[in-house]
């Protein structure tokens, strides 16, 4: 159990590129999750996925942003036209159903320039 | 909905002393459970320790226990003989028991450990 794995750990792009993030949860977790945290700040929620369902985005995800998890495995999320107040570390984190507990990922910090 | 409010920006303790960090909450919901996670500089966040809300007794792991105070909504975080290693960045979260999950974190509290 290598825990949960995130890539990149830092990108840096320029406003109106696409990003895409990838996210491996710990293996046989069928819960993951996104969340955004900007500095000095707690993680806010992004969206969730049960298997390979989404089953909740947050209002905070705008049309620009889109997230996967095709075969209920790792998962991506998209940032179409990347903007300034998009930089931020994007967190990871799985869990299994019923335990409650979450395990995050190291990250990856998006900067926008 | 779920609120959780933080109202420690940063909070300071010398090597082996005691350190109590606090956090406030609003809910909802009448099953719920509550975390402490921490955030060590430029690494990942990890669990401290979890409560469930219809369990009264408090939480205690190792050296880390918490003063849960439902009626109060308050749940606040002790660090008996603190150590260097407790230095980090702590979050207070809350969890609805009737969803999946999603965790509702405070502002966090940075901790500075002094030798």
């Given at each position: 159990?290598?825990?949960?794995?995130?890539?990149?750990?830092?990108?840096?792009?320029?406003?109106?590129?696409?990003?895409?993030f990838r996210c491996d949860p710990i293996s046989e977790h069928n819960r993951l999750y996104w969340y955004r945290q900007t500095l000095g700040q707690g993680p806010e929620f992004l969206?969730?996925?049960?298997?390979?369902?989404?089953?909740?985005?947050s209002r905070l995800l705008s049309d620009r942003f889109s997230a996967e998890r095709p075969k209920g495995s790792f998962s991506t999320l998209e940032i179409q036209r990347t903007e300034?107040?998009?930089?931020?570390?994007?967190?990871?984190?799985?869990?299994?159903?019923?335990?409650?507990?979450?395990?995050?990922?190291?990250?990856?910090?998006?900067?926008?320039? | 909905?779920?609120?959780?409010?933080?109202?420690?920006?940063?909070?300071?303790?010398?090597?082996?002393?005691?350190?109590?960090?606090?956090?406030?909450?609003?809910?909802?919901?009448?099953?719920?459970?509550?975390?402490?996670?921490?955030?060590?500089?430029?690494?990942?966040?990890?669990?401290?320790?979890?409560?469930?809300?219809?369990?009264?007794?408090?939480?205690?792991?190792?050296?880390?226990?918490?003063?849960?105070?439902?009626?109060?909504?308050?749940?606040?975080?002790?660090?008996?003989?603190?150590?260097?290693?407790?230095?980090?960045?702590?979050?207070?979260?809350?969890?609805?028991?009737?969803?999946?999950?999603?965790?509702?974190?405070?502002?966090?509290?940075?901790?500075?450990?002094?030798?």
């Open positions: 159990d290598t825990g949960v794995s995130q890539d990149p750990r830092h990108k840096i792009t320029k406003r109106g590129q696409n990003v895409t969206t969730y996925f049960q298997n390979e369902a989404q089953l909740e985005k300034q107040g998009d930089s931020a570390m994007y967190l990871c984190a799985s869990s299994v159903q019923g335990e409650n507990i979450q395990y995050f990922g190291a990250g990856t910090r998006l900067s926008v320039l | 909905a779920q609120t959780v409010t933080q109202s420690q920006p940063e909070m300071s303790v010398q090597e082996a002393e005691t350190v109590t960090l606090s956090c406030t909450y609003d809910t909802s919901e009448s099953d719920y459970y509550l975390f402490w996670y921490k955030q060590p500089p430029s690494r990942q966040m990890i669990l401290v320790i979890r409560q469930e809300a219809y369990k009264q007794q408090n939480a205690t792991e190792n050296r880390f226990s918490v003063n849960f105070q439902k009626a109060a909504k308050s749940f606040s975080l002790k660090i008996s003989d603190s150590q260097l290693g407790d230095a980090a960045m702590y979050f207070c979260a809350s969890a609805g028991g009737t969803s999946y999950g999603k965790l509702t974190f405070g502002q966090g509290t940075i901790l500075t450990v002094h030798p």
